[in-house]
Each structure stands twice: as C-alpha cells, then as structure tokens.
Antibody, heavy 119, light 110 residues
C-alpha cells in the first residue's frame, strides 16, 4: 500500500525559499514506472500541477511553465523521498501543497501541507 | 494549453438522485488523457475515473465516465451520502509537460 508522508514548514517569508519533503512507503522513488509530483491548491488558482521527477534509466525532471524559473524537485534514493524547493516566494504562493504519485493521472496523494507566505 | 471548463459550478441533489457533471475542453483531446477526482473537505483529491471511462480501484459502479473530443461527463447513478463532494476533471499532455484541472463541480445535499 503506497503512502506519502509530507513534511516541512508551514510559514515562509516573502522572497525566501519554500521547502517540502515527501517520504514514500510502499513504492520506490527510483521506480521505472512511477513519477513523483508536486501539486498545489489555492482558492485563486485551483489545483495546479507544479512538476515531477522520475527515473527511466536516468533521472528526469519536468516543471510547469508558470514556476519553471523558481522550482527544483529532487529525489533522494537513500531516504526514498523527494523534495520541492520553490524560490523567491510571494503571498500568491500561499496554498496547500500535495505530493502525488502518477504518470498521466495521480493515484496516490499525500495529505497536504498548508504553506503560508507572510512576513 | 488546454483549458477545462466544468459545469455546473454547484449541483444540489438529494440522496438517490442521479448526478451528471460536465467537463468541456478548449480543444479536442484524447480521452485516454482525461481523469476525474473526488475531493472532500480537508482531504486530498482521490481518483475516480481515468482514461475518461475507467473506474479507479475501489470506486463503486454507480460512478461512470464517458465522452470524447471536447465533451466529457461523470455520472453518479444514485447518490449516496458519501458522494457529496467536489469533483474535478483533469487532462494531461506532454510535450510540453502540462497537467491541468477544471475548476470543480460541487455536489451538495439539497
């Protein structure tokens, strides 16, 4: 049974970096069939896919155009988790952030992490 | 980028009634790339249908998806109390990598 456990600060100051981690159990971040995603949800933007990392003989990262210049998603095979870093945040980045497994669609989700950007 | 428009915004129905939710794409898409999710307050979305018409594991058969081209539908044949939630459609395409969601339809109790 796949479970995704999220962790990270709930409050980030404007212009700083938002960092979250998603620990995987029941699957592997190095799986050749899965992809590991970050998605966020806010009242103003709805559900928004941010990016993903996946392994197919080598590591790949893909990011949404809207955040491409500010985002990094990294896998950590030793801990079987993956992380999100979003730089130069503004209040518009305030949202519930989810990690999720999936290629075309998302079949397992973390519980979500509310991240507020405020001074 | 494909835009998904869901209607209606809110559907007020009673348990036992039929719910019909619509998702319209801004241009024709492959039905393989359409999914539906259910979200209850304080919870993450849960996949209900993938490939436009394939029920996800554990989803009861009162849920069905259909459609092609630009118009897709999620039907709940007889609403149970646990079905009252917000439902989102989702599309993906690659390249460039893009996963988009509709704005959601809330099914609430009349």
């Amino acid at each position: 049974q796949v479970q995704l456990q999220q962790s990270g600060p709930g409050l980030v100051k404007p212009s700083q970096t938002l960092s979250l981690t998603c620990a995987i159990s029941g699957d592997s971040v190095s799986s050749n069939t899965a992809a590991w995603n970050w998605i966020r949800q806010s009242p103003s933007r709805g559900l928004e896919w941010l990016g993903r990392t996946f392994y197919r003989s080598r590591w790949y990262n893909e990011y949404a155009e809207s955040v491409k210049s500010r985002i990094t998603i990294n896998p950590d095979t030793s801990k079987n988790h993956f992380s999100l870093q979003l730089n130069s945040v503004t209040p518009e980045d305030t949202a519930v952030y989810y990690c999720a497994r999936g290629g075309g669609n998302f079949d397992h989700w973390g519980l979500g992490s509310l991240v507020t950007v405020s001074s | 980028e494909i835009v998904l428009t869901q209607s209606p915004g809110t559907l007020s129905l009673s348990p036992g009634e039929r719910a019909t939710l619509s998702c319209r794409a801004s241009q024709s898409v492959r039905s393989t790339y359409i999914a539906w999710y259910q979200q209850k307050p304080g919870q993450a979305p849960r996949i209900v249908v993938s490939g436009a018409s394939n029920r996800a594991t554990g989803i009861p058969d009162r849920f069905s998806g259909s459609g092609s081209g630009t118009d897709f539908t999620l039907t709940i044949s007889r609403l149970e109390p646990e079905d009252f939630a917000v439902y989102y459609c989702q599309h993906h395409e690659n390249p460039p990598p893009s996963w988009t969601f509709g704005q959601g339809t809330k099914v609430d109790i009349k």
